[in-house]
């Protein structure tokens, strides 16, 4: 993402967000491909760019996740074979990828996960950032 792109997006945001979110379906059980946005919280006020897509991520309860470490600017790998050292969030997404339970609630796979970038020193070891794990109550 450009940094022309980043200020296109947090100029439509309300501001209950400081930082990033990446919006990811990866935990969803059945899918041909996978789809990873980088988003915020638009303001009702604001036009948004049409070079913007608007998404609405439905209600839901969440258990929140937190990372502590450096997070990279992004991976890209050029083939199967380079090695990609993973950042502190890949490594807890990596922990936190089979199917969840806590105190009678499971994951959602039916909504994507976010990372929560806030404002900040990513490359710090101290940076904190934090996994959305969409959940729901069983019925048991």
């Not at 967000?17 to 990446?22: E, F, M, N, T």
């Amino acid at each position: 993402m450009t940094e022309e792109e980043i200020n296109q997006l947090m100029s439509v945001t309300d501001g209950t967000i400081q930082g990033l979110l990446g919006v990811s379906d990866s935990n969803q059980e059945k899918q041909e491909r996978f789809n990873y946005l980088i988003a915020t919280r638009k303001s009702d006020k604001r036009t948004a760019a049409s070079s913007l897509e608007l998404i609405q991520i439905p209600k839901s309860d969440w258990a929140i996740v937190e990372c502590v470490g450096v997070i990279s600017a992004g991976v890209t790998a050029l083939d199967d074979k380079q090695s990609v050292k993973p950042n502190a969030l890949m490594q807890l997404k990596v922990k936190t990828s089979v199917p969840w339970e806590m105190g009678g609630s499971i994951e959602n796979t039916q909504m994507p996960r976010i990372e929560f970038y806030p404002l900040g020193d990513m490359t710090a070891e101290e940076y904190k950032s934090e996994l959305w794990i969409p959940i729901k109550t069983e019925k048991r």
